[in-house]
């Protein structure tokens, strides 16, 4: 969108910790609040009337924010933390890299379901990383117990149709998935309950004592032009300035042509997602995830990640990593398009997994 | 400075999480390592040649990845992390929050240092906060046992004469101390030992995948003027250039304005600071802290931060939040110009401590 999204912050400007006071999330930009309220309202993936908006360093933080929130330390053991197989793969260290007396990873929330015990968090990541499916609970009976953090970083028009607008207890989004400014390290909560959205702020507060007010603003900005351009394009009818179409167009098309390449070679196969009816498009689409979640298909012992970099030099991450097999790689497929125009033409080359690479 | 520190950023860039794969703290820029080597050079503050830098959300983050550097899982029992008395607020808060089983908050150095065993780390802030003197390691006989971590934060020319450049294991720095940008979120280590800077560089990884670039480069640009200022004064003798001179200046007035108001009222004393030869001047000078850390003279008894609000409405901190008595009072030196001129007219109306406010 050109330069419609530069940003400048002179000298003087965004040097407080404090970005208002009367905010229970104090250290937030009223300009940044502002825009991720009007992006939601654009898009219509998440209700965010009468919801409290808490900013944290990528939703890394806040998925931590979210798991002192719901836990408290006068409780008698580590209370579980699940999620369902294949997960996040970096859901485990982020829980236990501290040895929390207050939460512990326990895996598998299908597994958790069947014969787990006490008080438990399970974490909905949907769209999934790394399959790309829709998701909801598993765990069922949740009772008093069991507490819910909904991870939907990549629910966005340009990876997923938008079935309804997500109203969740604890919802997390991030600026790098939804526009890509993963450098930017911004992330938000929509949070139903205040109490709650105080705690996860007294908890960045302790972390890294607020939020980089230069991201906060440059994020502000960038939403801002998003918005814009749909507001424009009723208007004036330019869908050149309509991100999402855009940024949708493209995964579509890299969808298409690795699909191919797959079919092609019959090494591996990849998830099948149902068209679904998208409230933002008001269209039947089909989901274009942010990764290629690969079953080798040769066999169960197959691991498709030591064979892809042994064979093509491609690095992708094991099954191992999500909780399943090794026969599963995740391959991301928000690179630059040199870079995913390479990973096609090797990947083209694979003529069978057990021959490569051993 | 105008607007020479004036920054732009385009809608497409700084949108990696990556900055270079080559250095250990992956996730910093190189603009920004570059800014911080050539800053310490020109104040000559601390020994950075042959020592990692890693850069975090703020020192409060650098903080955390210092303890986490330091512990390990397999350790029978948590580590013990103390601060001389009167030490910073923030500091058990920062340690037991998240109820980790790899170190706990154990108090005042001293103590330990008579009746404390097992493993320790020592955190020493120098100049300190709240007190501003400049402090060494109380913790004797530290052998294999204790490590330490070395809050610099207000290690700079405007608060404290440079004794030395300071040469620790681990020296942590931040942006909002040293020019006064708190709203950016940046601080930085200096670390001698690779291992420690790798695991600093991993827990920030895991507490929130990296820090922002648009804070980096803000700051990397900030420094890079400030540094600017001093090369073409040595060539063209502008002095209004010189940032460390003119923010010395201020402190040194409000400081002298402070001491005259407290000194007439008789109702609190503030500590008296040696002054010291300064190698960054090149002069005998005086410490000049952040904060006025104040002391009633009337009584063991009175509650000075409570007399403050009742009389004056002054909003201090108690000395019970640093481990010592009620009867001091921290107030920030750092408020804007009309701020701290409210503050001392309405000091200057305290006539005396158990009068006022009961």
Not at 304 to 328: D, H, N, P, W
């Amino acid at each position: 969108m050109g330069d419609r999204c530069t940003m400048v912050i002179s000298g003087s400007q965004l040097m407080s910790y404090i970005s208002d006071f009367t905010n229970i999330c104090w250290f937030m930009e009223p300009e940044f609040e502002e825009a991720v309220r009007r992006l939601h309202c654009v898009v219509g993936n998440a209700v965010v009337d009468d919801r409290y908006i808490v900013v944290g360093t990528g939703s890394t933080q806040l998925y931590q924010a979210a798991l002192y929130a719901l836990t408290s330390p006068g409780g008698p053991e580590p209370v579980s933390v699940v999620s369902a197989a294949p997960y996040y793969s970096s859901y485990p260290d982020e829980t236990d890299y501290l040895c929390s007396r207050l939460y512990k990873w326990a895996g598998d929330a299908y597994e958790f379901d069947k014969n787990g015990t006490g008080p438990y968090i399970e974490v909905v990541n949907s769209p999934n990383n790394p399959d790309g499916t829709l998701r909801e609970a598993v765990v069922k009976n949740r009772g008093d117990e069991g507490k819910l953090i909904h991870d939907l970083a990549y629910y966005w028009p340009q990876y997923t149709p938008i079935i309804r607008p997500a109203d969740h207890d604890i919802m997390n989004f991030t600026f790098s998935k939804s526009t890509g400014h993963a450098g930017s390290r911004i992330g938000w909560a929509v949070v139903k309950d205040k109490e709650i959205a105080r705690r996860m702020s007294k908890f960045i507060e302790m972390s890294t004592l607020g939020v980089s007010k230069d991201s906060q603003q440059r994020a502000a900005k960038v939403m801002g032009v998003l918005c814009d351009g749909y507001q424009n394009c009723k208007s004036a009818n330019k869908s050149d300035d309509l991100f999402f179409e855009h940024t949708r167009q493209i995964m579509a098309e890299r969808w298409e042509r690795l699909r191919q390449i797959v079919e092609r070679n019959q090494v591996f196969c990849l998830p099948k997602y149902p068209k679904q009816y998208c409230l933002f498009s008001g269209e039947l689409i089909e989901p274009y995830p942010g990764f290629a979640w690969l079953e080798a298909k040769e066999g169960e012992e197959i691991d498709s990640q030591k064979v892809l970099r042994g064979s093509i030099k491609v690095q992708g991450r094991t099954g191992r990593r999500f909780g399943v097999a090794e026969k599963y790689v995740r391959i991301s497929l928000l690179s630059n398009e040199e870079v995913f125009k390479e990973f096609l033409e090797r990947l083209s080359t694979i003529k069978s997994m057990s021959s490569n690479g051993h």
